[in-house]
């Protein structure tokens, strides 16, 4: 079965420095993409960073950065730089999509608090 | 303006009451989706339709009713609401084919039934 594991349910850092977000996933589909989200205390799902099971190198988006192992089945966001307005939920995703069904499976999210 | 819009954006009401939440997108995509977000938790799938005739159940689709009523709007339908379906409601979009594939969220629905 498709399963998105967080295992951070919270995380702090100093501003300035970078983090890390855990995010392990369980998949029998030969090709699969991960997301990353993040959603401020306004609510909103926003979308930061893609990687697909096929792409050769990880993904990079301005301070978000994927650090993709496929063989340990872990697709880690790093923020670099982190500045106070990351402090937000962030959701690590999975698509899982078969002749009956597309969508995004979830994981529970980390909670990440950055401080001055 | 946004490309992914809710309506309304927080609504109480009882139960027993019938109530609609709406999604409209000005991204051209065909496919669009319904998720909740009950607190402490990720999303999970409602509904989907990948075009206006294609409407397919998600993980938790019992209690729900969908109506997409043009490519660009997606209703989602509580038939008789009960508190068990109070959460965040997510609308989201998404492109048919290649790339990646991206789901874009609106910015949610906050339903509290009583």
């Known amino acids: 079965a498709q399963k998105i594991t967080q295992t951070q349910p919270g995380m702090f850092v100093q501003e300035k420095e970078a983090v890390t977000l855990d995010c392990t996933y369980d998949?029998?589909?030969?090709?699969?993409?991960l997301f990353w989200y993040k959603q401020p205390s306004s609510g909103e799902m926003i979308f930061l960073i893609y990687q697909g099971s096929y792409d050769q190198q990880n993904a990079t988006e301005g301070r978000y950065s994927l650090n993709f192992q496929k063989a340990r089945k872990s697709a880690n966001l790093v923020i670099s730089a982190s500045q106070l307005g990351d402090s937000a939920m962030y959701f690590c995703?999975?698509?899982?999509?078969?002749?009956?069904?597309?969508?995004?499976?979830f994981g529970t999210g980390t909670r990440l608090q950055v401080f001055p | 303006d946004a490309d992914v819009t809710q309506t309304p954006r927080n609504r109480i009401t009882k139960t027993g009451k019938r109530i609609m939440l709406e999604c409209s997108q000005t991204k051209g995509h065909d496919r669009m989706y319904w998720y909740r977000q009950d607190p402490g938790l990720g999303l999970q799938l409602i509904y989907y339709s990948f075009d206006v005739k294609d409407i397919n159940k998600g993980e938790i689709s019992d209690g729900y009713s969908v109506s997409r009523q043009a490519q660009a709007k997606f209703s989602l339908s509580l038939e008789s609401a009960i508190p068990n379906q109070t959460a965040l409601y997510f609308c989201?979009?998404?492109?048919?084919?290649?790339?990646?594939?991206?789901?874009?969220f609106g910015p949610g629905t906050r339903l509290t039934v009583l």
């Open positions: 989201a979009t998404a492109s048919r084919g290649g790339g990646t594939d991206t789901q874009y």
């Open positions: 995703a999975m698509r899982h999509r078969s002749y009956n069904t597309d969508k995004l499976i």
């Open positions: 998949t029998s589909d030969p090709s699969y993409g």
